[in-house]
Each structure stands twice: as C-alpha cells, then as structure tokens.
C-alpha cells in the first residue's frame, strides 16, 4: 500500500485541457501487479530455453547421447506430463542438414546410375560398382572406432566424398579387365589377374596422396573437420584394400569366369 501510495502522489500527468498537472490517484486508483516483460515462444509455444558451453575435449553428440534418455526418463514423471522438451543448437542444426541431404540422396544415386549405365551399357557392371560403396563403411566404422571419434554431419559429408573415391577405383579396375579381353586378347581369368596388377600402383598411390593431403585436415582441422578426415582416411584405406580384392572376385562371378579360362602357359605379351 506505500508503494501505490508513492506512486500515486510522484506520478503526473499534465492536462491541456484544464492547464494543470494532474495525479494519478485523481484519475484512477493504481495497482502494482508484476508481469513478465519477454514471453519466449517456439512454434507458438512458451518456451524456457537451457543453453551451456561444451568443455575443453566434449562433442555435441556424446553429450546428446547421455542428456537425451535422462530428459526423456524425468518428462515421463506425473508432474512433468504437461511439458515437453525439444533439443537445440548443433543437435538439430545437424538433424536438420541430415534430413536435408537424405532428401537429396535418391536423386544423386538415381545420376550415378544412369552415368555407370550410359559408360558400360550393362547392368552386371553397373552392379559390381555399386556393391563396391558398402566397402569404403568398413574402414569407416574402424576409424572411428581406432580414434574414439563419433559419427556426426561433417562426417557423413566425409562417407559421401568417400563413395565417388571408391567408386572412381572400381570404374578404373572394370575398365582395365575389359581393356586386357578387348584390346590385348587375354582370356578372362587372365585379363582378371593382369589388370589387376596393373592397376594395382597407380590406385595405391592415388590412395596415398589423398591420406596424405587429409592428415592436416585430421590433426590441425580442429573437432568441425576431424570426423571427416577420419572418415576419409580410414574408409579410403580399407576400401582400396577391398576393391582390389572384391571387385575381381565380383567380376568373375558375375560373368562365370572360372580358374581354367586361361590362355595356359602361351599368352600374348599385353600391351601397357
């Protein structure tokens, strides 16, 4: 009541009419009455926002893996029925860029494709080559299990670029074994073996240039590019490994080339 009071006898209000200053408690009777100056809103809804700092070493996607269950399990209690909880910042920035690459996922495989179609003209090829992009997950997954990293957007981005690389070593080693039967003259099984040897340095080293150019990426790219460049090294390594291997095997048993389609012990000197 001493603060209406105070607020009444301070507070003026000048009136042209009657060329005096008028108080409030003239006109009207106040009230004090305390109301929030910002109401916060999220899709139309009044929201409470938590925020906090990672410490020295943390990820976003540890910290969302641990926090996550525990506000799941506490807004299951009675008390919290009424209320909700929505995660921000990088978790949904990243879910966000997630659901918008897969969107655009079908598109770029339905390209790939029509591009492996227009260049052999023969779904077995064609096969071989998509079969070959699972390989490069392998030396994904023991990457990041080697380092202790963790899988987020930037290195999903890593695993897309990975695939064109691992794709572009199985195009090369198809083409070299049909070079070896076409051009040279080699029976299958031979043609298999040979480009396959030959082909063997010129992926390797390419390989090897690109580990290289990432591990920069890897050790001064900060935790943005590490997951990428983990991902990068690491599938790019055990995917040559297996494409070498794979490939000739997945080419033999998709065109029936068996150990004795061999020219024997007189082949024709190939032609580099």
Request: glycine share 10%.
């Amino acid at each position: 009541m001493d603060n209406e009071a105070s607020l009444a006898t301070s507070l003026n209000i000048f009136s042209q009419s009657g060329n005096r200053s008028l108080s409030i408690d003239e006109m009207a009777k106040p009230i004090l009455a305390w109301e929030s100056s910002l109401i916060k809103r999220y899709n139309l809804k009044r929201t409470i926002t938590i925020s906090s700092e990672l410490k020295t070493g943390g990820n976003a996607v540890l910290v969302v893996e641990q926090l996550e269950p525990w506000l799941e399990g506490l807004f299951e209690k009675p008390e919290y029925q009424a209320y909700a909880f929505e995660l921000g910042g990088e978790a949904e920035k990243s879910a966000e860029a997630s659901e918008s690459i897969g969107s655009k996922l079908p598109i770029a495989f339905a390209i790939i494709v029509f591009l492996l179609m227009a260049q052999f003209n023969c779904v077995k090829k064609t096969t071989i080559i998509l079969l070959t992009i699972p390989l490069g997950l392998i030396g994904v997954v023991a990457g990041l299990l080697l380092t202790n990293s963790y899988f987020g957007f930037v290195t999903l981005l890593g695993v897309i670029s990975l695939s064109g690389i691992v794709i572009n070593n199985a195009i090369v080693l198809i083409d070299r074994i049909e070079f070896e039967i076409n051009i040279n003259g080699l029976a299958p099984g031979d043609a298999i073996v040979i480009a396959a040897q030959r082909r063997f340095r010129p992926i390797v080293l390419t390989t090897l240039t690109t580990l290289l150019g990432m591990l920069p990426l890897w050790f001064g790219g900060g935790e943005l590019w590490e997951t990428m460049a983990i991902a990068i090294i690491f599938g790019l390594l055990g995917g040559t490994i297996l494409t070498l291997g794979v490939v000739p095997v997945l080419y033999a048993s998709f065109f029936g080339v068996m150990p004795s389609d061999t020219c024997g012990t007189e082949k024709p000197v190939p032609i580099a």
